[in-house]
């Protein structure tokens, strides 16, 4: 098997937990001995992953270019992953026309339609509605998914959502969470781990969002009750306007990008993740149970990962209508699981069980395959029972290839 990913970023998986979700599915693709090649339109980075010494291809392309349609018949894949489905959305028409007979997959990431619908209701502070979720980006993002032969999706409430809300078929959707080895290693004591941390990638919205009420409404509290506390806030691409936040008097020290996430959540007693938006699955919180730091966060900051168990710390709601009450208790929340080291043990050996009963990779790697190669043996079948999916495709090559060539020959005389 030939399969070809395509992404408008590169790999950075200590950058964000997108970067380490796509690695986990690279590795299960590397593992079937399948020849893997990666195309990206963006430029890399410094911190970009060096596929290469996994032995995948890296090629740079070109939106709106038929440089591409040639990149696309050299390559010739069996299988081609969207990452993310924007584009999905640039090249998935010459995937259509080029490779026909390519299985098409969809990695989300996250729902971007209900990320964007719980923002805007933040953003008019009111209770987030589900006819929110009505949007042009959900239009768009759903179109997608039925574009593709499969959907990846990384948290089942996301995939109840779009079963039981807009209605898509199950059999164009996979629940593939991050994918872990089990959990065996003993954790650090309680007198080993000190002071609370704070990460994310600053790039992202919700994480900005909950470094500023860190700041701004729960900090305060916090240090109120432990006077000689320190916050550490990490995250990749910190602007000018995170580094004013920084002020060591309050305890309050914006450190930026992490070289190793582990390590510095691994030193913490308490992870801290006011999330009031937001979708998907949070890498900060795979990471603090895999180090054995519990967390406080919001019920939007644990979804999808609990199943049922008990979280690796506190889960304190989030009150639209009353901002002051949910400082409070999250504060309070906070300080008595860092002051209770009965209760900080509990929680810590909870995230090993969430672990290992909702994240082994040995529980979806074959089935992952099983359905490829499904799909692939069915192909036709596969699409036929999709007639939404095949109008789509019909629609959306001739008015997104249209659009892409008008853009082509505006870029030639430029």
């Given at each position: 098997?030939?399969?070809?990913?395509?992404?408008?970023?590169?790999?950075?998986?200590?950058?964000t937990a997108a970067g380490s979700r796509i690695l986990q599915l690279l590795h299960i693709f590397l593992e079937q001995n399948w020849e893997v090649s990666y195309a990206s339109t963006a430029s890399k980075s410094d911190y970009a992953f060096d596929l290469k010494v996994l032995g995948i291809a890296t090629h740079h392309i070109e939106m709106n270019n038929a440089s591409f349609d040639a990149f696309l018949e050299a390559e010739d894949p069996d299988i081609v992953l969207f990452d993310r489905f924007m584009t999905e959305e640039q090249f998935g028409w010459r995937i259509a026309?080029?490779?026909?007979?390519?299985?098409?997959?969809?990695?989300?990431?996250?729902?971007?339609?209900?990320?964007?619908?719980?923002?805007?209701?933040?953003?008019?502070?009111?209770?987030?509605?589900?006819?929110?979720?009505?949007?042009?980006?959900?239009?768009?993002?759903?179109?997608?998914?039925?574009?593709?032969?499969?959907?990846?999706?990384?948290?089942?409430?996301?995939?109840?959502?779009?079963?039981?809300?807009?209605?898509?078929?199950?059999?164009?959707?996979?629940?593939?969470?991050?994918?872990?080895?089990?959990?065996?290693?003993?954790?650090?004591?309680?007198?080993?781990?000190?002071?609370?941390?704070?990460?994310?990638?600053?790039?992202?919205?919700?994480?900005?969002?909950?470094?500023?009420?860190?700041?701004?409404?729960?900090?305060?509290?916090?240090?109120?009750?432990?006077?000689?506390?320190?916050?550490?806030?990490?995250?990749?691409?910190?602007?000018?306007?995170?580094?004013?936040?920084?002020?060591?008097?309050?305890?309050?020290?914006?450190?930026?990008?992490?070289?190793?996430?582990?390590?510095?959540?691994?030193?913490?007693?308490?992870?801290?993740?006011?999330?009031?938006?937001?979708?998907?699955?949070?890498?900060?919180?795979?990471?603090?149970?895999?180090?054995?730091?519990?967390?406080?966060?919001?019920?939007?900051?644990?979804?999808?990962?609990?199943?049922?168990?008990?979280?690796?710390?506190?889960?304190?709601?989030?009150?639209?209508?009353?901002?002051?009450?949910?400082?409070?208790?999250?504060?309070?929340?906070?300080?008595?699981?860092?002051?209770?080291?009965?209760?900080?043990?509990?929680?810590?050996?909870?995230?090993?069980?969430?672990?290992?009963?909702?994240?082994?990779?040995?529980?979806?790697?074959?089935?992952?395959?099983?359905?490829?190669?499904?799909?692939?043996?069915?192909?036709?079948?596969?699409?036929?029972?999709?007639?939404?999916?095949?109008?789509?495709?019909?629609?959306?090559?001739?008015?997104?290839?249209?659009?892409?060539?008008?853009?082509?020959?505006?870029?030639?005389?430029?």
């Amino acid at each position: 098997m030939k399969l070809l990913v395509i992404s408008n970023v590169w790999v950075e998986p200590q950058s964000t937990a997108a970067g380490s979700r796509i690695l986990q599915l690279l590795h299960i693709f590397l593992e079937q001995n399948w020849e893997v090649s990666y195309a990206s339109t963006a430029s890399k980075s410094d911190y970009a992953f060096d596929l290469k010494v996994l032995g995948i291809a890296t090629h740079h392309i070109e939106m709106n270019n038929a440089s591409f349609d040639a990149f696309l018949e050299a390559e010739d894949p069996d299988i081609v992953l969207f990452d993310r489905f924007m584009t999905e959305e640039q090249f998935g028409w010459r995937i259509a026309s080029v490779c026909p007979e390519a299985i098409k997959i969809l990695d989300t990431e996250d729902l971007h339609c209900l990320r964007k619908a719980r923002e805007g209701a933040l953003k008019e502070n009111r209770s987030f509605a589900e006819s929110d979720l009505i949007s042009d980006i959900a239009l768009r993002e759903i179109a997608s998914i039925y574009r593709c032969d499969l959907t990846l999706m990384i948290s089942r409430f996301e995939m109840e959502l779009l079963e039981s809300f807009f209605k898509v078929p199950s059999q164009l959707l996979m629940y593939i969470p991050f994918l872990l080895d089990s959990l065996k290693a003993d954790f650090k004591s309680y007198s080993e781990h000190d002071n609370f941390v704070s990460i994310g990638n600053f790039l992202h919205g919700p994480n900005w969002d909950a470094t500023l009420v860190l700041k701004k409404s729960i900090w305060p509290l916090i240090r109120k009750e432990l006077p000689k506390a320190q916050l550490s806030v990490y995250g990749a691409y910190p602007s000018d306007k995170v580094m004013q936040l920084h002020n060591p008097k309050e305890g309050f020290l914006i450190k930026g990008r992490a070289d190793d996430a582990m390590e510095v959540i691994s030193k913490a007693k308490v992870l801290l993740a006011p999330l009031r938006y937001g979708a998907g699955l949070k890498g900060k919180f795979i990471d603090a149970m895999q180090c054995g730091t519990p967390s406080v966060t919001t019920e939007i900051g644990a979804e999808g990962m609990q199943q049922g168990l008990p979280w690796s710390g506190e889960v304190v709601p989030y009150f639209e209508e009353g901002n002051t009450d949910f400082y409070n208790a999250f504060a309070k929340a906070a300080t008595a699981l860092y002051s209770n080291e009965s209760q900080w043990k509990v929680a810590q050996e909870n995230g090993r069980a969430i672990i290992n009963a909702n994240f082994q990779k040995s529980t979806f790697d074959q089935k992952f395959i099983y359905k490829i190669k499904t799909i692939s043996n069915y192909l036709k079948s596969h699409r036929l029972s999709n007639f939404t999916g095949r109008m789509l495709q019909f629609h959306t090559m001739r008015s997104t290839m249209f659009m892409s060539k008008w853009i082509e020959e505006k870029n030639k005389g430029g």
